[in-house]
């Protein structure tokens, strides 16, 4: 399994960037606003039921209702509500277009993510990975290539739908080096459950080379030969999947030109290494039952560990 | 008070009246309102028989969506477990969403209104009895097909919401999305009939002297709920046809390659679907209000106030559908202005916590087992309400949307705002329907049961959504920290579990229905149900003269049992009940009520195969059934609205009503108003969508057809409304007796041919311009409007030939005959319907 990048604390108060720091911060007004009130009205029903009757005889009146029901959370919600449109506003406020521009389509069921030249080119294909600069704001594309998936980060900030004919964009940005856990969180039919990714954050310099160093791999020729690449061509593996500088060139499922350096497989499910390369690659349906990868049960555990070893090497 | 409809208020001093009555009335009452026995129960249409039929199915379904709930919470208690596979889990939770919203929650509301209502408001039954029964049995059989389509593993699994494209044919090619749609769009059916029902019965069937403002707080939320029911289904019953008819012939709706889009569901989907939640809400309000009072000893406290939140919460609740949808990217201020609303209905809701809580402190409890149900359930609310004031902060929305967080919120609310009550109504009327009363022992180990339960499984779940775990989830992964919250989530499942069986068993011990011989006010509850009845309801309808008549005048109960009030035998020998105005509730008219048929039933399960077989694509069979259905329903209704001899009875201490009116005084002219809002809404949502679309894709959209055309076709709208009114003009020209000639039907048929014609030219115009439904979602719209003004037609054409069949055998009573009312009322609305949808679809966009 994927080392822990939830658990404890929950990350929707532990944000990791300015977008979803504001947010902590009103969760934990809004729990405390929470659990006041609770506290109130538990207050109120011990003194209508066991309370003095004196306190009863002041509490038995439409005043109460007036207080209670009218006056109090008028002026609550009101706060409540002009902090939350200042907040909104804030959250959502122009973007200035310099940003640097991602964009990650959801698919049943993983992401394909795709990063932009400042002319919208495709710079680097990947899947079910984001890496992300530390300190600068990142705005996603979000786009669906079937049905509706959402995209959500909770350290890094709220959910946003991924919807079929729109493009959505999502403003993320992370303040510290980290890997943080993302999921489909719309329900999406199928194996919905295990559709995740992880979001990656380098230091600036770190982030521009990683993203140099793929965009040179995608006009590179594919390293590695031998009798797994081999495998891999003979076994139908390039209908759906593309490997850079192979003649693998299918687009219906995640790009593996970089499939080596990926920390996860199966959208964020299992750690990458070669054992769960061949256990993925042979028995995907009983992991991730109905991905659209059918299981190669076919294929020997030799051919198996052969199309792994030339897979690894694909970084 | 001043009069509202001229009737003299001074006339109530006669009651109670001193003379004593004749003897053998009762036993008159007794025979007339006896219900037939064996077999023949089925055809039964007394509200004491159906309304318990229709809670105890009702209560079937929580049992059957819980027991889903369960297998969920087995296959959530542990991480990667195999208990239930994939398919079978999302077939589950579909199903269990639901069967809980569509086949329990809307249901048992409207179930509890139809046995408590007449008792509350003291008629001898609903206004239209035989619609409860259809309503009752569309329900029955349409409830259980739908939820057999587990059993085969056809159930549909693409979430209670459907949301397309993942419930359109690419992505969801099998039959199971089609028995949702189509048993879905059914039982909505049912629930609008139950509906129309309750409006009428409530507006127009109080006891004399129950002013609006006199009216227990129950039937205030049930007039409410009806409303809210009348407003908010047409717009899903829209969206389920207009996913079906994407579905099966490839009309793009929501394709945004040919123009459509998917939002427009969400749309149409919430702007049903949160009202929906208030629907469910405020007759349980309507329930605590009352009980509170009672276990408290004391009247509600803020009455008034009470009523004003629950029509404002009826107001508020239709301008929130969209906090549903705060993270598909909605424009800033549509978004504040939905979060502002939000944040507003709950204001409504505060004001009803308060009045129970100032209720309870003006009195004195008196601990039962409702009152614990109620205390639990006011605490619990407010937690639910409270986690919703939170989903209404956007920027909060955003992170906590479709988490289990939700899941923790919507299940205080609706378990506290609407399960909870029930039960304590359980507890609390059950000495209306049976021989003895439930056991106060078990009754608190179900409640502490059920309470613990509730917090030890929901409570957890705010924090697993905190931890990032998405709703609708078969499986999770381990080392997520989500392990223990969900084991401690499953064992709370299991609590509220026992707690339900406990409650079982209490029933199977103590419960025993009966009409007669009931356990009676075992808690002392001051409002008419609790007067001795039988299956006629009250021997005598008694005169109200405050909120709390049987607090305020303790003689009552003896005066009502010894005929001392309204209508103490029967005025005409037949079932009757007095409908009254529907402000002050003056005694107007004697309406004469059908009794047993087996006709409803038949409707009802001939309109359940038709649209079952409609989902298994067995077309030839579903035409069949649509056939029989529709002669059932006439067969029905044929025996209904017949020349009358007795044109007046005297109602108690001399006052003379007529019998069976037509027009705005008659209840039947109401009830029909009410369809056509029905109508209307469906119209005006497909209007929505119309110009939604053209809004979001406008590269689609073509030209109209030639203006010439359409004044053509608006002229002959025209000529069909103008024949619709003459029909009746007519008949009204004649006295007394039976119409003579043939004008009236004649020219209703008229009308019909008119309004097919013009459907005819208008569908033919836009072919001719070029517009094909498949095509774009403009022809998708524009021929889908089109279907339903056909549909609309069709009815037209068979009520003009209805008309028809009773003109030529002598049943057209002049001047004014309720057939005549409700075929000529109807064919002018659908013309005039039909213009106004010709007229926005051909000039806009222009």
Same mark, same amino acid.
């Given at each position: ?315 | ?99 809980? $919203?569509?086949? &329990? +929650? #809307?249901?048992? *509301?409207? !179930?509890?209104?139809?046995?408590? %209502?007449?008792?509350? =408001? ?99 939320? $049930?007039?409410? &709920? +009806? #409303?809210?029911? *009348?407003? !908010?289904?047409?717009?899903?019953? %829209?969206?389920?046809? =207009? ?99 939000? $944040? ?503």
């Amino acid at each position: 399994m994927i080392e822990a990048l939830w658990g404890w604390p929950p990350p929707v108060f532990d944000p990791a960037g300015p977008y979803a720091e504001s947010v902590t911060t009103l969760a934990w007004v809004l729990l405390g606003m929470g659990v006041a009130v609770t506290a109130i009205v538990v207050a109120a029903l011990w003194v209508a039921l066991r309370g003095p009757d004196a306190l009863k005889r002041k509490l038995g009146g439409e005043r109460t209702v007036w207080i209670g029901g009218v006056a109090f959370p008028g002026v609550v919600l009101t706060a409540l509500l002009v902090w939350g449109l200042a907040l909104t506003a804030s959250l959502t406020a122009d973007i200035t277009g310099d940003e640097m521009r991602v964009r990650v389509t959801g698919e049943m069921w993983w992401f394909r993510v795709e990063y932009l030249d400042d002319d919208g080119n495709v710079l680097v294909a990947d899947a079910n990975e984001l890496h992300l600069p530390v300190g600068e704001p990142v705005v996603l594309e979000l786009q669906s290539a079937d049905v509706i998936h959402s995209f959500w980060v909770p350290h890094l900030s709220g959910k946003k739908d991924m919807i079929p004919g729109r493009t959505t964009l999502l403003r993320v940005q992370a303040d510290r080096p980290g890997r943080f856990g993302g999921v489909c969180a719309e329900y999406c039919g199928g194996p919905h459950a295990l559709m995740g990714f992880v979001a990656i954050a380098h230091g600036q310099d770190d982030f521009r080379q990683w993203l140099a160093g793929k965009a040179r791999r995608q006009a590179a020729s594919a390293p590695g030969g031998g009798a797994g690449r081999r495998q891999f061509m003979d076994s139908g593996c390039a209908a759906c999947h593309r490997v850079a500088g192979t003649p693998a060139n299918g687009l219906a499922g995640p790009d593996l030109t970089h499939v080596g350096s990926r920390q996860t497989l199966g959208a964020g499910i299992l750690p990458n290494n070669r054992g769960t390369l061949i256990g993925w690659i042979g028995d995907s349906q009983s992991i991730k039952p109905g991905n659209r990868m059918p299981s190669y049960d076919m294929l020997s555990a030799e051919e198996l560990e052969d199309i792994a070893i030339w897979l690894e090497q694909q970084k | 008070m001043k009069s509202e409809t001229g009737f003299d208020h001074d006339l109530y001093r006669l009651f109670p009246t001193h003379r004593p009555r004749p003897k053998g009335e009762v036993e008159e009452l007794e025979r007339i309102w006896d219900n037939p026995k064996g077999w023949g129960l089925l055809t039964v249409v007394n509200n004491n028989y159906v309304g318990f039929f229709y809670v105890a199915t009702a209560f079937l379904f929580f049992l059957l969506a819980g027991i889903l709930a369960l297998g969920m919470r087995v296959q959530l208690a542990a991480p990667l477990q195999e208990f239930l596979p994939q398919e079978t889990y999302n077939q589950f939770f579909t199903m269990h969403g639901t069967v809980m $919203m569509f086949l &329990f +929650a #809307v249901p048992m *509301v409207e !179930a509890i209104g139809i046995m408590l %209502l007449p008792q509350m =408001l003291a008629a001898r039954d609903l206004p239209f009895p035989r619609l409860s029964a259809y309503a009752f049995w569309a329900y029955f059989v349409g409830g259980l097909c739908f939820f057999a389509s587990l059993f085969v593993g056809l159930a549909p699994d693409g979430g209670w919401f459907m949301y397309p494209p993942l419930t359109s044919i690419a992505y969801s090619p099998g039959i199971n999305t089609d028995f949702w749609l189509l048993g879905i769009g059914f039982i909505e059916i049912s629930a609008i009939a139950g509906a129309i029902e309750i409006i009428v019965g409530v507006l127009r069937t109080r006891a004399p002297g129950m002013t609006l403002d006199r009216m227990p707080m129950f039937a205030w939320a $049930m007039l409410v &709920f +009806a #409303v809210m029911i *009348v407003i !908010a289904f047409p717009s899903v019953i %829209l969206g389920t046809l =207009l996913l079906e008819l994407e579905r099966a012939f490839n009309w793009p709706f929501f394709d945004p390659a040919r123009g459509g889009d998917p939002l427009l569901w969400q749309h149409l989907f919430w702007f049903f679907g949160h009202p929906e939640v208030y629907i469910i809400f405020l007759p349980a309000a309507g329930l605590m209000s009352m009980m509170v009072a009672t276990v408290a000893r004391t009247p509600l406290v803020g009455y008034r106030l009470n009523v004003l939140a629950l029509v404002a919460t009826g107001f508020i609740s239709f301008g929130v559908w969209a906090h549903h949808m705060f993270t598909t990217d909605m424009p800033r201020i549509s978004a504040g202005y939905f979060s502002a609303a939000s $944040m507003a209905v709950s204001l409504p809701a505060g004001i009803q916590v308060f009045c129970w809580i100032a209720t309870l402190a003006a009195g004195r409890i008196r601990w039962s087992v409702p009152a614990l149900f109620i205390v639990g359930s006011v605490l619990i609310f407010v937690m639910g309400g409270l986690t919703g004031v939170m989903v209404g902060m956007v920027p909060f929305d955003w992170q906590v949307h479709d988490t289990y967080f939700i899941v923790a919120h919507l299940h205080y609310v609706l378990l506290g705002g609407m399960v909870f009550p029930m039960f304590a109504a359980f507890y609390y009327w059950n000495g209306m329907t049976s021989r003895n009363p439930l056991s106060e022992r078990l009754g608190r180990w179900v409640f502490w049961l059920m309470f613990t339960g509730l917090h030890v499984t929901f409570l957890p779940m705010h924090l697993t959504g905190f931890m990032g775990m998405p709703r609708r989830v078969y499986t999770y992964l381990p080392d997520r920290g989500l392990d223990l919250l969900n084991l401690v989530s499953t064992i709370g499942a299991f609590t509220i579990a026992a707690g339900v069986l406990l409650f079982l068993l209490d029933l199977a011990r103590n419960f025993r229905f009966t009409t007669d011989h009931d356990a009676g006010n075992v808690y002392g509850g001051g409002t008419l149900e609790w007067l001795p009845t039988g299956m006629y309801s009250t021997r005598s309808i008694p005169l109200v003269r405050s909120r709390e008549p049987l607090w305020d005048d303790p003689a009552i109960c003896d005066d009502v049992a010894e005929g001392r009030y309204f209508l103490p035998n029967s005025a005409t020998g037949l079932r009757e009940t007095i409908i009254t105005s529907p402000v002050n509730a003056e005694p107007q008219y004697l309406q004469l009520m059908p009794g047993p048929s087996p006709w409803p039933i038949g409707a009802a399960a001939f309109t359940a195969f038709f649209f079952l077989s409609l989902t298994v694509q067995a077309y030839a069979f579903a035409w069949f059934s649509g056939v029989v259905a529709t002669v059932c329903v006439l067969r029905w209704l044929w025996e209904t609205d017949r020349p009358i001899a007795q044109k007046e009875a005297d109602i108690g201490a001399g006052i003379v009503v007529p019998i069976s009116v037509t027009g705005p005084r008659g209840h039947g002219w109401w009830a029909l108003n009410t369809l056509m809002v029905v109508m209307g809404m469906i119209a005006v949502m497909g209007g929505f969508s119309y110009l939604y679309l053209y809004g979001i894709h406008p590269e689609v959209w073509i030209d109209a057809p030639p203006l010439g055309q359409t004044a053509l076709v608006a002229a002959l709208l025209a000529g069909a409304m103008i024949a619709a009114r003459l029909a009746r003009y007519l008949l009204s020209r004649h006295e007394a007796g039976v119409f003579p000639g043939q004008g009236p039907w004649l020219t209703a048929t008229a009308s019909a041919a008119l309004i097919v014609g013009a459907l005819y030219l208008d569908m033919t115009g836009w072919q001719a311009a070029g517009l094909a439904p498949a095509d774009s979602a403009q022809g998708a719209t524009v021929f889908a409007m089109l279907a339903y003004q056909a549909c609309l037609a069709a009815v037209g054409v068979i009520m003009a030939l209805y008309l028809g069949l009773r003109s030529g055998r002598g049943l057209l009573t002049t001047p004014a005959n309720v057939t005549m009312d409700v075929v000529g009322r109807f064919l002018f609305f659908a013309a005039a319907q039909g213009l106004a949808l010709s007229l926005l679809m051909r000039t806009i966009p222009g």
